[in-house]
């Protein structure tokens, strides 16, 4: 009953991305298809969209044979605007400035960083041919585009070249969806309990409150290591769209309404301050 009852109702249920490899080394969603984009167990943020002929979140279709004037607007998460009506978009106001006189095409994906957008850019280039170029950049794309311990699928990361040591080279981390994704999907019922329920975070948070003891500042190494083992644990969860509070961000931050990014920020930042040599944060 609470399945058929979701399925009248906005649960969350996004385009679903490509496989990426080098046939298609660019993230990009199911072509032609609709989406519904809400927040919280009560509906708070409800949008609704679509993906283009080409998987891109966009209003318009894209047309590589077209020789009219185009402009390439490359980003993350603020050019693929999930919960923005496409005309309040950046790429959609321009579109609107622009009107009959030329084209704007977006080419964005949430947890994009700088080398992601070399591959979207080279993307653009040689599929349509733009006449100008738009790169969204934010302060976090420096950090996130470096080979991390344990890259996400989907996206390019940058890596020492192991020929040349003060040069940097591409490296794509391939993605295919999974079984427990592909499972899971059809269930509106699935779909709310883990995005708009959020019962995960709840999970975390029960975790975190059971790890971390109040008053408990990170003094001591082993605490450290614990913090960092727990935040780790959660932050490579597959099906995570945003970080969860947790009772830990007082202890950390000062603050009672940091998300679990914030907190790892916080983290890396004590175990740089405090650590001893060597000592990192995986």
């Known amino acids: 009953m609470l399945e058929g009852i979701l399925r009248f109702l906005p649960v969350r249920n996004g385009p679903r991305t490509l496989p990426v490899n080098a046939a298609n080394p660019v993230i990009r969603y199911t072509p032609n298809r609709a989406y519904t984009f809400s927040v919280g167990w009560r509906f708070t943020i409800v949008n609704r969209g679509r993906t283009n002929n080409y998987g891109f979140v966009?209003?318009?279709?894209?047309?590589?044979?077209?020789?009219?004037?185009l402009l390439a607007v490359v980003g993350d998460s603020y050019i693929e605007a999930f919960m923005v009506p496409f005309p309040e978009t950046l790429q959609g106001?321009?579109?609107s400035c622009v009107g009959e006189r030329g084209r704007v095409y977006s080419f964005g994906a949430s947890g994009a960083a700088l080398s992601d957008y070399l591959v979207e850019a080279d993307f653009a280039r040689t599929r349509f041919r733009p006449q100008g170029l738009v790169v969204v950049v934010i302060a976090n794309d420096y950090r996130e585009s470096l080979m991390r311990d344990k890259p996400r699928p989907r996206f390019t990361y940058f890596e020492r070249d192991p020929a040349d040591s003060n040069k940097l080279r591409l490296r794509r981390i391939d993605y295919a969806p999974g079984l427990l994704r592909r499972l899971t999907r059809p269930s509106a019922l699935i779909r709310y309990f883990l995005y708009n329920a959020d019962v995960p975070s709840a999970l975390a948070r029960l975790w975190a409150s059971w790890v971390i003891q109040p008053g408990w500042r990170c003094k001591s190494r082993p605490a450290r290591e614990?913090?960092?083992?727990?935040?780790?644990a959660i932050r490579d969860w597959p099906w995570r769209n945003s970080w969860?509070?947790?009772?830990?961000?007082?202890?950390?931050?000062?603050?009672t309404?940091?998300?679990?990014?914030?907190?790892?920020?916080q983290i890396s930042t004590v175990t740089r301050r405090r650590s001893p040599?060597?000592?990192t944060l995986v």
């Open 58 to 69: 966009n209003d318009w279709d894209y047309d590589s044979a077209s020789h009219a004037p």
């Open 244 to 255: 969860p509070s947790c009772p830990c961000d007082p202890v950390l931050t000062g603050h």
């Open 257 to 265: 309404s940091r998300s679990w990014w914030m907190a790892g920020a």
């Open 93 to 95: 106001r321009l579109a």
């Open 226 to 232: 614990r913090l960092i083992r727990c935040f780790s």
């Open 277 to 279: 040599p060597g000592t």
